[in-house]
């Protein structure tokens, strides 16, 4: 790996084991085997490692899950949407660390305009990646339609996530947002 790739790494470590806010630079350094400078020299600021971290944790998180949808082909978008949900749900135990450092970072982002582009990048790949995922087309195929289907289905993957983080017994289901979305698509209003 190169040093940057063990920067983020380290990075990633240290956000599991202490948590987004509780990481220094010095712990980094320490779990990636990289000097102090090369933070700066990568990432800018410790904060921007952090977050370069906690966004790839979630696209490698992403990945995982969507692995468990392609088996679905000529599947609805909801029953699509309904696997995704579940096993991003059955994800979460083993990530909440990630969760709680997403939710850090996203408050970084009013104080940064860097950190809040890179999170608008990653927000904007997430959209595309998610309606791919649920309306199963390729990714280059997704235009202005199918990206408010991802925009729908990331609003609701985040709402699900923080109602999890904050009352995981109280979080509703993911056949049950599912069985909502259906049922709201069969209203008049």
Request: aromatic share 6%.
């Amino acid at each position: 790996m190169s040093q940057r790739e063990d920067l983020i790494r380290g990075a990633q470590q240290c956000i599991a084991e202490k948590g987004y806010a509780k990481t220094t630079a010095r712990d980094i350094t320490a779990a990636s085997g990289a000097n102090l400078a090369s933070i700066g020299y990568h990432f800018g600021s410790k904060d921007a490692l952090l977050n370069t971290a906690v966004l790839e944790s979630f696209d490698e998180w992403g990945e995982a899950v969507e692995e468990t949808v392609h088996d679905l082909p000529d599947a609805p978008p909801v029953t699509r949407l309904e696997r995704f949900l579940k096993n991003y749900a059955a994800s979460l135990p083993a990530r909440r660390t990630i969760l709680a450092a997403s939710v850090q970072a996203m408050a970084q982002a009013e104080h940064s305009e860097d950190i809040r582009r890179q999170i608008a990048a990653s927000h904007d790949a997430g959209v595309r990646s998610l309606a791919a995922l649920v309306l199963d087309v390729a990714p280059e195929d997704v235009g202005d339609e199918e990206r408010a289907v991802g925009s729908f289905a990331l609003s609701l993957l985040n709402g699900f996530a923080l109602q999890w983080y904050i009352s995981a017994d109280a979080a509703p289901g993911a056949a049950d947002l599912a069985a909502t979305i259906r049922r709201l698509a069969g209203s008049d209003v």
